[in-house]
């Protein structure tokens, strides 16, 4: 069992940058992938970026390459992602989620375990 909590959300404007927190507790959270995805009022699920076991495999939405990074740290058993340049359509509340099947994947039905979910709020 592997428990989720995100922070680090919050109110910025078009063009500024947030950095959010996953905080995981429970069994061996080191040997999962985890992702983080978004979703917006009256829209669909949205994947941003995962990465692997290791945080040596990363993988990321077309739509925040070059402006979003994710890393973890295994010791403190946190990924963080940091999201650079955001656009008022970025406003979502954003989660993480992780999953024990070795892979990187956009899909969240592999996905096992998920938080509450922060909210990001980009201003124009």
């Known amino acids: 069992q592997v428990q989720l909590v995100e922070s680090g959300g919050g109110l910025v404007q078009t063009g500024g940058s947030l950095r959010l927190s996953c905080a995981a507790s429970?069994?061996?959270?080191?040997?999962?992938?985890v992702a983080w995805f978004r979703q917006a009022p009256g829209k669909e699920r949205e994947f941003v970026a995962c990465?692997?076991?290791?945080?040596?495999?990363?993988y990321y939405a077309d739509s925040v390459k070059g402006r979003f990074t994710v890393s973890r740290d295994n010791t403190r058993d946190t990924v963080i992602l940091q999201m650079n340049s955001l656009n008022p359509e970025e406003t979502a509340l954003y989660c993480c989620?992780?999953?024990?099947?070795?892979?990187?994947?956009?899909?969240?039905?592999?996905?096992?375990?998920w938080g509450q979910g922060t909210q990001v709020t980009v201003s124009s």
């Open positions: 429970g069994r061996a959270f080191r040997t999962y992938t």
């Open positions: 990465i692997g076991w290791s945080g040596r495999s990363t």
């Open positions: 989620a992780a999953a024990h099947y070795g892979g990187l994947s956009s899909d969240y039905t592999l996905y096992n375990y």
